[in-house]
């Protein structure tokens, strides 16, 4: 007796949550990778592993590097920085008649920091890099993050108020980006 | 075959045979070892650990690491799994296209199912957690020590989410319960109605 129109899971096997959350996964990381135009339906179901594991992943490898009294400290600061920031400009996006939920546009903008974490681990695996060499890597995942991101979130705002929804967008990906570069 | 593998909660039987056997059969002991298991499992590894990282020194990023992600999977687990095998209760999120949110609740409609203990084996962990990462952030926000702060709010943000979540789930499957019940003394009044004329 259960009613039709809501979804019956309760008796799937638990083998089947797991497959279907760890595609929901993978289709969204593709969709960062290739940014394509049906990114609407990746955006319905939002889920915050992609951003927590791309976030850990990154501040691993950012306090690895840092100096042995300040490990603890930076690890916080990317953490802190990753997730605040993705608020701060969920708001404002939000505040600018955005017609995104809160962790939707969380989600998004978690997941599209994954050029970024390949940089940081681009950059620690080759170890000693110029900075003639960091600043294209970094720059190009910087642009490519922006770029997937605003695929994702440029529809949800009003055309004339787009610039104002993007800009923070860019800051708060320049930021982490900078948080990479002096890694 | 394994006795108990987790992605079967009942060994050897079919989904028909063992919903018959389950109302047939009252009794107290645990049906979901496994399902009791992990949900206590991920939340004693992040509880313990955080505890421990004041006296065994194993580096505030591990400790980090290991407490969110303990947090993290037993978010998910007790979410997805613990919660629908326990009490039968399940929650959504769902976003609409307008981007509102909508909640959406699923309950098993025969409480039979549920075993009185292993409801209170739910909901105590669920609870203790969430108060439990409470505290922990109240004590560091005045010991100032910030760093911490971020895991236990990071943890209380995850525990809370659920319960509130099973809070609300909860709720609705009590009004349906009742709302079944309304409709089907309505529907007897009706039917003897119909007799009587």
Redesign the interface.
């Known amino acids: 007796m259960i009613n039709s129109e809501s979804p019956n899971t309760l008796d799937e096997p638990v083998f089947q949550t797991i497959l279907r959350d760890l595609k929901m996964v993978a289709f969204k990381l593709y969709h960062v990778i290739l940014p394509r135009g049906n990114a609407v339906n990746a955006l319905r179901d939002w889920d915050l592993w992609g951003p927590l594991i791309l976030c850990l992943i990154m501040a691993i490898f950012l306090s690895v590097s840092a100096a042995e009294d300040q490990k603890a400290l930076e690890f916080t600061i990317v953490f802190v920085v990753v997730w605040c920031g993705a608020a701060i400009v969920t708001v404002n996006g939000q505040l600018l008649g955005g017609n995104l939920s809160f962790f939707q546009s969380v989600c998004v903008l978690g997941y599209c920091i994954f050029p970024l974490t390949i940089a940081t681990i681009i950059i620690w695996v080759i170890q000693n890099l110029s900075i003639i060499f960091k600043l294209p890597i970094v720059g190009g995942a910087w642009f490519w993050s922006s770029f997937a991101s605003y695929g994702f979130l440029g529809s949800s705002v009003p055309d004339n108020r787009r610039l104002l929804a993007v800009y923070p967008v860019l800051l708060f990906y320049l930021i982490i980006a900078w948080l990479v570069i002096v890694q | 075959m394994m006795k108990y593998s987790?992605?079967?909660?009942e060994p050897g039987s079919n989904?028909n045979n063992g919903q018959n056997a389950e109302s047939q059969v009252q009794n107290n002991a645990p049906k979901h070892p496994v399902a009791v298991f992990f949900h206590l499992f991920f939340k004693i590894v992040a509880v313990a650990v955080f505890i421990l990282s004041s006296f065994v020194n194993i580096?505030?990023?591990l400790t980090?690491?290991i407490v969110?992600?303990s947090s993290?999977f037993d978010f998910?687990v007790t979410k997805?799994?613990t919660g629908?095998k326990l009490v039968?209760l399940?929650w959504?999120?769902?976003?609409r296209d307008?981007?509102?949110?909508n909640w959406?609740?699923?309950?098993?409609?025969d409480k039979s199912q549920v075993n009185p203990a292993e409801s209170l084996m739910f909901w105590i962990p669920v609870l203790a957690f969430a108060a439990g990462w409470f505290v922990f952030a109240i004590i560091s926000l005045f010991g100032l020590s910030f760093?911490w702060l971020?895991v236990e709010i990071v943890c209380f943000l995850l525990a809370g989410a659920n319960l509130l979540g099973y809070i609300k789930c909860a709720k609705d499957a009590r009004k349906k319960v009742k709302g079944?019940a309304q409709s089907y003394i309505v529907g007897t009044i009706v039917n003897q109605a119909i007799n009587r004329v």
């Open positions: 987790p992605f079967q909660d989904d580096g505030f990023v980090f690491i969110t992600m993290a998910w997805n799994v629908r039968g399940r959504w999120n769902q976003i307008d981007g509102s949110n959406v609740f699923e309950s098993v409609q760093l971020v079944m």
